[in-house]
């Protein structure tokens, strides 16, 4: 069955691009020695810092690299390590891509049996509009992210026409 749908969406044309790389998220029970590796040690600029309790989170924010495609790579620690979101398990939490149009691509996956985590399309860390392809497909859904945790994040325009 997952391959009939997999099949179905790559040979049909797709409403939706995926327009590159916009983020890693590493997670660490304390986030300190992440923070001096990247940003001390690396030389990947801090830019700034998201908390939120709702989300278990909190986290350093760096960019690397400059103009409309540089890559965000948040360093994530739970403020609770006994709740969950356990954004410290796995270590590489996720990755986000940039969508050209979020809400047509969450549609055409889910039709095509793409299973997302709950809460739907929301405002992220970044801003911009976000929402997660969960990392395990189930009976209604069967195709997940292998184990990764894929965040679809709207792109701005100057993403969309840098591409």
Known sequence: VTMILA???????????VLGLQQIA?????????????????????????????ENVFEDILKLGSGPTA????????????????????????????????????????????????GGIRKGASGHDVCFIHPKGNDKFPIGGGGVLIELVQAPDEVIKAN
């Open 71 to 118: 890559v965000e790579v948040d360093l994530m620690e739970p403020l609770d390590p006994e709740k969950s979101p356990k954004v410290h398990v796995p270590a590489l939490n996720h990755i986000g891509l940039w969508i050209d149009n979020l809400e047509v691509a969450v549609e055409t996956l889910e039709k095509n049996g793409v299973r997302f985590t709950p």
């Open 26 to 54: 590493i997670g660490a029970l304390d986030k300190s020695n992440l923070s001096k590796l990247w940003g001390g040690l690396l030389g990947v600029p801090k830019v700034g810092d998201y908390k939120s309790e709702k």
């Open 7 to 17: 099949r179905r969406l790559s040979t049909t044309a797709r409403p939706f691009r």
